[in-house]
């Protein structure tokens, strides 16, 4: 049995449509001491069959040790979406639940080039000088 329900398969495609290029979810894992790392996997496996734009690599958490630091990656199981450039955006841990709708977002942000933030709040961010680290969490509590 699945992760995606087959009722929501056809709503996460039509979301899908919108994507204008491809995105690769580069999914960073290992088999030894990681919980959910398997159910992770099957997850991303499931979206990206879902939607022809969007593509799965999977890198060995330990055996990758060139595209951990590349990706700055210090936790697994961890999920980058990306196009040809990195936008930044990660996810640490399953992204289910209520995580989920937030992936999808992300992939249409990043494909469609757009962060969908006000004229303003872009305006605002173009005064900041320097490196920001931003972190959301998410919880149902």
Do not use: W
């Not at 030894?32 to 939607?51: A, K, N, P, V």
């Not at 930044?88 to 989920?100: N, S």
Request: proline fraction near 4%; aromatic fraction near 8%; include cysteine.
């Amino acid at each position: 049995m699945g992760f995606i329900q087959d009722s929501d398969k056809a709503v996460i495609k039509e979301a899908l449509s919108e994507m204008r290029s491809d995105v690769t979810l580069r999914y960073f894992t290992q088999e030894m001491e990681c919980d959910f790392c398997r159910e992770t996997h099957q997850l991303l496996e499931e979206l990206c069959s879902i939607g022809d734009k969007v593509k799965l690599q999977v890198f060995d958490f330990k055996g990758n040790p060139e595209e951990v630091a590349k990706y700055r990656i210090d936790k697994i199981p961890a999920t980058v979406v990306a196009n040809g450039s990195d936008p930044g955006i990660r996810f640490y841990g399953i992204p289910a639940g209520y995580e989920f709708s937030s992936l999808i977002e992300a992939i249409l942000m990043v494909s469609q080039g757009e962060s969908n933030l006000s004229l303003e709040s872009k305006k605002i961010l173009k005064e900041v000088k320097v490196p920001v680290h931003l972190q959301v969490f998410v919880t149902p509590t």
